[in-house]
């Protein structure tokens, strides 16, 4: 049983006026969402940095419009309110950055080998260990106004709190023996974003290095999901914009910015 204290999420601890993202943070114990917060106080504060957390969440919102399940005491859900100085075309590699953070946050302070499945599901042992959801707002000159990263990690869920729907694909750092409570992974991750942040998009090349090495997509036999149209490939390499190039059985090459893509042997893809 973890001491409650490591697992507690108190914002005076986990803030620091030494990093841009963390410098202020909000602990609640229920929000419908973390990005939703972080949205609201977005327009009133304007803040850069700024990092919410909760304890639980009422409508966790996961990517393409499904909800995020969000057990209370179960998961650390955590968003970030970023004002990068990139023009909106880079900003989107931004959520592919925030994979590798993530990975090298769990790594550090979870001591396990985190995976990404394009473009930034992130793997433990071929499970989703946790989900990242960023959101773009748009001044009214067309402009980049912030980017609200939201990430959902898996901390304790047992199997039968994830459900027989989720069961099958969704794994916790709990279900691995790993007893880290979620202040000190929250810690990790915002030392981490903090990081990209001073970053971000300068060493590109190093975090899409680094991203390549953790892909578990690359090499596969994937289905790409467009609209009503199911396209069968090889995942090939991923592009300098994080973009995932596929190989048809024609031989001819594409590259997938969007989309829905299941890879083979992954996540109940058979
Ligand atoms: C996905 O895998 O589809 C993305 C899931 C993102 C979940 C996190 S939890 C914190 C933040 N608040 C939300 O409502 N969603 C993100």
Request: charged share 25%.
């Amino acid at each position: 049983m973890l001491p409650r204290e490591e697992d507690m999420l108190i914002a005076e601890r986990l803030a620091s006026p030494h990093r841009v993202v963390g410098r202020e943070v909000v602990c609640l114990t229920q929000v419908d969402s973390t990005n939703e917060e972080c949205r609201r106080r977005a327009a009133g504060e304007r803040q850069n940095g700024l990092a919410v957390c909760a304890d639980g969440q009422t409508r966790g919102r996961g990517r393409r419009g499904r909800d995020f399940q969000s057990l209370p005491g179960r998961g650390l859900y955590l968003s970030v309110l970023l004002r990068p100085n990139a023009p909106l075309s880079e900003v989107s590699a931004i959520t592919a950055w925030t994979a590798v953070a993530v990975c090298r946050g769990l790594e550090r302070a979870a001591g396990v080998r985190a995976d990404i499945k394009w473009p930034n599901d992130i793997l433990l042992e071929g499970k989703k260990l946790c989900g990242i959801l960023t959101e773009l707002g748009v001044g009214e000159n067309g402009t980049l106004d912030y980017v609200i990263i939201g990430i959902g990690v898996n901390v304790r869920q047992s199997e039968a709190e994830f459900g027989p729907e989720l069961a099958p694909i969704a794994t916790s750092l709990a279900q691995h023996g790993v007893t880290l409570g979620r202040g000190a992974l929250a810690q990790a991750l915002l030392e981490e974003l903090d990081a990209l942040y001073r970053d971000f998009p300068r060493e590109s090349a190093a975090y899409l290095a680094e991203y390549r090495r953790r892909c578990v997509t690359l090499g596969r036999e994937v289905t790409v999901l467009r609209g009503s149209a199911a396209t069968r490939a090889t995942a090939l390499d991923i592009d300098g914009g994080f973009g995932l190039v596929i190989g048809l059985p024609d031989g001819t090459r594409q590259t997938v910015t969007s989309g829905e893509v299941s890879v083979r042997g992954l996540l109940g893809y058979g």
